[in-house]
């Protein structure tokens, strides 16, 4: 029986984003399973959900600890101890440092509500709407050391109507992320994920 890709997910808040991936692998279209779900936000719903579906769950308080990468090594030894091979980043409000990338180099994911580079960082939906675009979107990409620029695994457009607000923009761009983050995470437990450079090839 060939083994199953093991990831974590990282939440700060509903977790969304982490019900669509525990469906996509409750259904068998992703060859994966969730070893750990972590949030840096105690009272984050995402971890009820993950526990509603008998998963490992973890609250690491960043306060408790004298520096950013002391909070990390401590995600990053829970995530070694448990076999994590992916990690997703869904809704994972804070920048990770280069300590963490380099902990998992080319092995860290996150999914952005916007066509990158458009757009980085938070507010993106309003961002593009006060800018008139008439196509926004979905991107899923490695994450390497800045914010939202590490190489793109996976795009896709969501029209921009004149009459959209920063809350409708984001409910059909989210309907977008639950298909596509999914996607992306099924490539890479198929090994269909070539890194060279900032492109991505996705093999056939």
Known sequence: M???????????????NLQAIIDSIEKEEIEAE??????????ASGLVRAEKHGLKTLFVDPERFATREKYEG????????????LVCLAGYMLLVTPYFVNQFRNRII??????LPSFPGVGSQKKAINYGVKISG????FVDEGCDTGPIILQEPVKVY????????TGRILEKEHQVYSKAI????????QVEGRRVRILP
């Open 162 to 169: 004149d009459d959209d607000t920063e809350e409708t923009l």
């Open 74 to 85: 401590e995600i990053a030894a829970n995530l070694k101890k448990e076999g994590v091979e």
């Open 186 to 193: 099924s490539l890479f437990a198929q090994g269909k994920l």
């Open 138 to 141: 979905v991107t899923v990409h």
């Open 110 to 115: 996150n999914i952005h509500p916007a066509l």
């Open 34 to 43: 969730i070893a750990i779900v972590i949030s840096n936000k105690a009272d």
């Open 2 to 16: 060939k083994k199953k890709l093991r990831i974590a997910v990282l939440i700060s808040g509903r977790g969304s």
